[in-house]
């Protein structure tokens, strides 16, 4: 697992306070998978509701707070494929 997956997932962690009632993917090009639910944030590729995928500099903006992720998706940098409501729903928990 990149150094990159593990440091996110541990943010990831300290960010979440619960309130996720669903299942995420987040895709960071050449770097790996991390999955979020309700039980919070791990390495990991499966099914999920709603997948967001960017690079890896676009991942790390938006994570640490330096990325507007709506901006993001607009400029093309994030993709998201699935329940929309969902990724609404976990920006919102991770704000």
Do not use: H, W, Y
Request: glycine fraction near 12%; hydrophobic fraction near 40%; avoid cysteine.
């Amino acid at each position: 697992m990149s150094d990159v997956i593990t440091q996110a997932v541990m943010k990831l962690n300290e960010k979440m306070d619960g309130g996720f009632d669903g299942t995420a993917k987040f895709v960071v090009e050449d770097e790996g998978t991390i999955m979020i639910d309700r039980n919070g944030a791990r390495a990991g590729d499966e099914e999920a509701e709603v997948t967001l995928t960017a690079s890896r500099d676009t991942f790390e903006g938006i994570l640490n707070g330096d990325e507007n992720p709506t901006a993001a998706f607009m400029t093309g940098k994030l993709t998201i494929d699935g329940d929309m409501g969902k990724a609404m729903q976990l920006a919102g928990v991770l704000a």
